[in-house]
């Protein structure tokens, strides 16, 4: 008997991987290795582009990661060949000269084969929070934001139109100066895909009606759910809806019986505070950089002292 082993959460679906390709014109292409004596395989979920490249896509938070093994075979053999297959996978995708940095998906603890096939390797973070959610898991502050944004009228709910998530999302980008590269037609791709019920849009409205803030969750069929994307206008940054929003969207995945909600990473200092207030536990993963010419310079540059003594200077 076969055991199937499939990490990346929400991401892993086939309905994310439709949705990724059609919208960045990429052919799902996933990269096997197997051990034939044992019938351990090991799989990651990637792409071919256009032009027959294997690439990971821009915008997904994982590359889904499945692994296959009969019932018989014993732990300490599953890790031998596990080692021996990342590393064989490793070494398959710096041949491609797959350029872009990409996420193993939280729960894949062993990298040491992707680190010996040539990778550099860093740990980063996710919060993931345990569904049903109960709000005193929540710190005091956030709870108070949410239910003062109540108070002055604000309202959060599940939404429908794209034109107002895309409202949302270009005000943050402008603020922050980055590009999400989402635009209304990737919103409706994604509804049309994988429906409204695993491709979620969350909006809060001021009391007028006007949409204040919106956030688009990723769910899937096996208890998980990620928030994607999320953005607040500007002029309501103050008033809490962005707590308040956060809080619907627990509660409402909560009422659908999800097990997780994954924010989808922790890594960026001015934000991280924000998702971890909501009581999710600190969950690690790995990102792979391509070795390039970079890194090889710089790796010379420290092998011959110059970087210790930068260290050294600077601390002078």
Same mark, same amino acid.
Not at 5 to 14: C, K, L, R, T
Not at 123 to 147: C, G, I, N, Y
Not at 165 to 182: D, G, N
């Given at each position: 008997?076969?055991?199937?082993?499939?990490?990346?959460?929400?991401?892993?679906?086939?309905?994310?991987?439709?949705?990724?390709?059609?919208?960045?014109?990429?052919?799902?292409?996933?990269?096997?290795?197997?051990?034939?004596?044992?019938?351990?395989?090991?799989?990651?979920?990637?792409?071919?582009?256009?032009?027959?490249?294997?690439?990971?896509?821009?915008?997904?938070?994982?590359?889904?990661?499945?692994?296959?093994?009969?019932?018989?075979?014993?732990?300490?053999?599953? !890790?031998?060949?596990?080692?021996?297959?990342?590393?064989?996978?490793?070494? !398959?995708?710096?041949?491609?000269?797959?350029?872009?940095?990409?996420?193993?998906?939280?729960?894949?603890?062993?990298?040491?084969?992707?680190?010996?096939?040539?990778?550099?390797?860093?740990?980063?973070?996710?919060?993931?929070?345990?569904?049903?959610?109960?709000?005193?898991?929540?710190?005091?502050?956030?709870?108070?934001?949410?239910?003062?944004?109540?108070?002055?009228?604000?309202?959060?709910?599940?939404?429908?139109?794209?034109?107002?998530?895309?409202?949302?999302?270009?005000?943050?980008?402008?603020?922050?100066?980055?590009?999400?590269?989402?635009?209304?037609?990737?919103?409706?791709?994604?509804?049309?895909?994988?429906?409204?019920?695993?491709?979620?849009?969350?909006?809060?409205?001021?009391?007028?009606? !006007?949409?204040?803030?919106?956030?688009?969750?990723?769910?899937?069929?096996?208890?998980?759910?990620?928030?994607?994307?999320?953005?607040?206008?500007?002029?309501?940054?103050?008033?809490?809806?962005?707590?308040?929003?956060?809080?619907?969207?627990?509660?409402?995945?909560?009422?659908?019986?999800?097990?997780?909600?994954?924010?989808?990473?922790?890594?960026?200092?001015?934000?991280?505070?924000?998702?971890?207030?909501?009581?999710?536990?600190?969950?690690?993963?790995?990102?792979?950089?391509?070795?390039?010419?970079?890194?090889?310079?710089?790796?010379?540059?420290?092998?011959?002292?110059?970087?210790?003594?930068?260290?050294?200077?600077?601390?002078?």
């Amino acid at each position: 008997m076969t055991t199937t082993e499939v990490f990346g959460g929400a991401v892993a679906q086939s309905g994310w991987r439709e949705f990724l390709a059609s919208w960045q014109h990429l052919t799902p292409d996933d990269l096997s290795a197997a051990d034939t004596t044992t019938g351990v395989s090991v799989t990651l979920g990637l792409y071919r582009s256009s032009r027959g490249r294997l690439v990971v896509p821009h915008d997904s938070p994982f590359v889904p990661v499945t692994i296959e093994h009969g019932d018989t075979v014993g732990a300490r053999r599953l !890790e031998r060949r596990w080692l021996s297959l990342t590393e064989r996978i490793g070494q !398959e995708l710096l041949h491609e000269r797959v350029a872009r940095p990409w996420n193993l998906p939280p729960g894949i603890v062993d990298v040491r084969g992707f680190q010996q096939a040539g990778f550099r390797l860093e740990s980063r973070f996710t919060s993931v929070v345990d569904l049903p959610w109960q709000e005193t898991s929540a710190v005091k502050k956030v709870r108070q934001r949410a239910r003062r944004a109540v108070t002055e009228g604000f309202t959060a709910a599940r939404g429908t139109d794209p034109g107002e998530v895309l409202r949302c999302l270009t005000e943050t980008e402008e603020r922050k100066h980055f590009r999400y590269r989402i635009d209304e037609a990737t919103l409706r791709l994604g509804v049309e895909i994988l429906g409204s019920d695993r491709f979620r849009f969350y909006l809060a409205r001021a009391s007028s009606g !006007e949409v204040a803030s919106a956030r688009v969750v990723i769910c899937s069929d096996d208890g998980d759910a990620l928030g994607w994307v999320s953005g607040t206008r500007t002029r309501f940054l103050a008033s809490g809806v962005q707590q308040l929003m956060t809080r619907a969207t627990l509660e409402d995945l909560s009422n659908d019986g999800f097990a997780t909600f994954d924010w989808a990473g922790v890594n960026i200092p001015s934000i991280a505070s924000a998702k971890e207030d909501w009581g999710g536990r600190l969950t690690p993963f790995t990102a792979a950089f391509p070795r390039n010419g970079w890194d090889i310079a710089q790796g010379a540059w420290h092998a011959m002292g110059y970087g210790r003594h930068k260290i050294r200077k600077a601390a002078l």
